[in-house]
């Protein structure tokens, strides 16, 4: 293969003259290489052969994982993505396999997640005609991408992918799609070398940081008797783990996390309050509405985080830090707005703090952190008798794991239970859909999870409703050794809209009553050992035999059928009106 | 305050590159909000290659922000600011379609067209064409005129603006090309105007 020879001159080619004529095909896999791809997540089909047929003699240099749908192969992207900080990558045909993506895409989209999908599309010459297998892929998924292009011509192909890479990646990352039509895979064109995209015109991926701002950020930080922090996935996406952590520690300012911050400090550090919004914990949501200075950091005031807006921190200044100029103002009024990579801004902010301890207001956060224990969290992590609870599987796990396993949840009620007890160690371990809310998300991204992270436990919880939306994606485990852990939590209901429709439609229990199959029975059928558990005294050592074993595992365990989760703020209430029960 | 609660009409211009379905993108930011949008309008700019949408939609301050805020994350996006009618000069062009013979009997037709600055465009035996430009009222005024002269048919341009304030865009283009843009180009109108819309 000449193509070889190309990734060495590469500094020789740059000198634009052509070294060789390729393929748009092989353009592309050169591209990929070139951005440092190992990993894709795809399916073959009519408009992309050519480029699997280019890929057949790549395979040595970049790792296919055949996925059983389209979806799957987007969420395992996401779980790649998130795990290992790279961006995933999908390949999907055209027609129907593009549009098995954009659940996927929109999860990507409003969780910040950076993908590139390169799908097939029908020769330039059909296009608009109704074409078999064509749809107008561009336009279905200009919603719910960062950017998308379709390109018609092979020499079209090294320059929008390597737009797609920095566009993906940089900035608020994003999920990027290029359509590519099965002419310009075909087709032959001169290939120059690869050369990495660094600037786009219209494209500023960071606001430039005004001084004047930090300073005034700072001057309400020092002056605030009651501060309170709010980070979320920004400090993760800007790699700003070390410079957060300095930050707090300076400032001493209690922490809370949205669900996709958590692990940005790990969960046991002193000044870690614990999780915000409606499944939050009880002092995080009340003090928000107490504190005086309010420091938000890489989040976006989803509504699930503030509850009612009218009613959100209205008494507090607000100090937002966020790469993305939209968010600030968007839901909540900022007093100071910070716009840049928090990467940046944090250490300049840190160095304007007084270094402090606020062991009062502090204090306020563990006492509320008791109530909750006593009224709530005991009875749910450490139940004496009856059936078994979502959350003391988790509490199980956390002494078996301690901390450092890659937890991977879906949609529901033992999402909302598994990222409130699980413990994270570490930065990018708490893999979730968190703005889409996606059932079906944790299979499918556990796999890529665990490509993403190889020296990594990656345990899969996941409910029996939401299993059943991905469950061909044990194939994927099957036929690619994917050293997953599953564990089914299984309440036989679709808990979380039971929990609603007893909580606020008079237990009228429409439609959440789900029956599945025989969850073991049906990973056995795919060479997948497991077993089923019920009982108090079985979870220990049924979590050890799975985390022990080699090779992909399912746990399902029963547990109580209806059980809520606790504390909530009620739909369109404020964050201190949130329920112990 | 006020001009926060209160909706009226604003022009919205946006600076973009030259790009297939970048009219789509910049469409779907309002209909996902079920935002109107009154007129629209895509032209070249006074920068060869970089095009200008002129967007009007009634809505307040607030909301136009964030809409400018979402047009301007946009890949191709280069720039977009929003202003209220007083921050521009606007026109309108419209067509007017009249049986000739009408106006050729009625004297009064002729002064009255003179009197709205339209001219004739087209001359025929059966129907003569008038255009008129201006505000929106303006040409409104000429269509009620024309009704009773039998109106065969009336039609009128998306609306062009040019900001007041504007110094153009030869200079904010340079500086996006640069790798490293000054704070202008970064952002922001609004981020410079902040005490004027928030106090501390």
Not at chain 1, 225 to 241: D, H, R, S, T, Y
Not at chain 2, 31 to 56: A, C, D, M, Q, Y
Request: charged share 25%; proline share 3%; glycine share 8%.
């Amino acid at each position: 293969m000449d193509t070889l020879e190309i990734q060495k001159d590469k500094t020789d080619a740059q000198q634009a003259k052509a070294v060789a004529t390729l393929t748009g095909s092989q353009i592309l896999l050169n591209g990929l290489i070139a951005e440092g791809v190992d990993t894709i997540f795809g399916y073959p089909g009519g408009a992309i052969m050519p480029i699997y047929d280019a890929l057949y003699d790549y395979n040595d240099r970049l790792k296919h994982i055949l996925v059983r749908h389209e979806q799957g192969a987007t969420h395992a992207a996401q779980g790649y993505a998130r795990t290992s900080g790279k961006v995933g990558v999908v390949f999907a045909t055209s027609g129907p396999g593009a549009t098995n993506l954009i659940t996927g895409l929109a999860d990507a989209q409003i969780d910040s997640t950076p993908m590139v999908c390169i799908t097939g599309q029908v020769f330039a010459h059909l296009l608009g005609t109704d074409a078999f297998q064509e749809t107008d892929v561009i336009n279905i998924t200009t919603p719910v991408t960062k950017w998308n292009y379709q390109v018609t011509d092979a020499s079209e192909i090294e320059e929008v992918l390597a737009k797609a890479f920095y566009i993906a990646s940089t900035g608020r990352p994003g999920p990027v799609l290029v359509d590519i039509t099965k002419n310009a895979q075909i087709q032959m064109a001169e290939y120059f070398g690869y050369q990495k995209c660094d600037h786009v015109r219209s494209y500023k991926p960071k606001p430039e940081i005004r001084k004047s701002y930090i300073e005034q950020a700072a001057e309400l930080i020092n002056k605030a008797e009651k501060p309170f922090v709010l980070f979320g996935q920004g400090i993760l996406l800007g790699n700003a783990e070390q410079e957060f952590k300095a930050f707090v520690e300076k400032s001493g300012i209690p922490s809370a996390w949205t669900i996709l911050g958590a692990g940005a400090i790990p969960t046991d550090h002193p000044l870690n309050v614990g999780m915000l919004g409606m499944h939050g914990n009880y002092g995080p949501n009340v003090l928000t509405n107490e504190c005086d200075v309010l420091i938000a950091i890489g989040m976006r005031f989803d509504d699930r985080v503030t509850g009612r807006l009218d009613k959100y921190a209205k008494q507090a200044k607000v100090i937002h830090l966020d790469i993305d100029p939209a968010e600030i103002d968007k839901n909540v009024k900022t007093t100071v707005p910070v716009w840049g990579d928090c990467k940046e801004t944090l250490p300049m902010l840190t160095e304007l703090v007084q270094q402090k301890t606020h062991d009062a207001w502090l204090q306020k956060f563990r006492d509320f952190a008791q109530q909750e224990m006593d009224q709530c969290i005991d009875a749910e992590i450490n139940p004496k008798e009856g059936e078994l609870s979502m959350g003391e599987v988790i509490n199980q796990l956390n002494q078996l794991t301690n901390g450092d396993a890659v937890i991977v949840t879906d949609v529901g009620q033992h999402q909302m239970v598994a990222c409130r007890y699980a413990k994270f160690n570490n930065t990018r371990s708490n893999i979730t859909s968190g703005g889409l809310g996606t059932m079906g998300f944790a299979l499918p991204a556990a796999i890529g999870a665990k490509f993403g992270a190889p020296d990594k436990d990656v345990v899969a919880v996941i409910g029996d409703g939401g299993f059943q939306m991905t469950l061909q994606e044990l194939g994927t485990i099957m036929q690619s050794k994917v050293d997953v852990k599953i564990i089914i939590l299984n309440n036989q209901f679709l808990g979380m809209v039971r929990q609603w429709q007893e909580l606020f439609n008079d237990k009228r229990y429409s439609f959440v009553d789900i029956t599945s199959p025989d969850f073991v029975a049906l990973a056995k059928s795919y060479y997948i050992d497991g077993q089923r558990i019920s009982e108090r005294n079985q979870v220990k050592d049924a979590l050890a035999t799975m985390l022990e074993h080699k090779g992909p595992y399912l746990l399902e365990i029963m547990v109580k059928k209806e059980n809520n989760v606790f504390p909530m703020v009620p739909q369109g209430c404020s964050v201190s009106e949130i329920r112990l029960k | 305050m006020e001009s926060q609660i209160e909706k009226q009409e604003y022009n919205i211009t946006v600076y973009t590159e030259n790009q297939i379905g970048l009219l789509n993108r910049i469409a779907i930011i309002f209909s996902r909000r079920k935002l109107n949008i009154e007129s629209l309008n895509t032209s070249p700019s006074e920068v060869n290659g970089i095009h200008r949408f002129n967007i009007v939609i009634t809505e307040t301050e607030e909301v136009v922000r964030k809409v400018a805020r979402q047009l301007e994350k946009q890949i191709e996006v280069l720039k977009v600011y929003y202003n209220t009618n007083a921050d521009v000069i606007w026109q309108e062009m419209a067509l007017y379609k009249v049986p000739t013979d009408v106006i050729a009997e009625q004297v009064s037709v002729e002064r009255l067209l003179r009197e709205h600055g339209a001219r004739a465009v087209v001359i025929r035996n059966d129907y003569t064409v008038f255009e008129a430009t201006g505000h929106r009222e303006e040409t409104d005024k000429l269509v009620e005129v024309l009704q009773q002269y039998g109106l065969i048919e009336f039609v009128r341009s998306a609306r062009v603006a040019i900001i007041k304030a504007s110094d153009g865009f030869h200079s904010k283009l340079k500086e996006f090309e640069q790798r490293e843009p000054g704070d202008e180009v970064v952002e922001n109108q609004y981020l410079n105007n902040r005490d004027k819309v928030f106090t501390m």
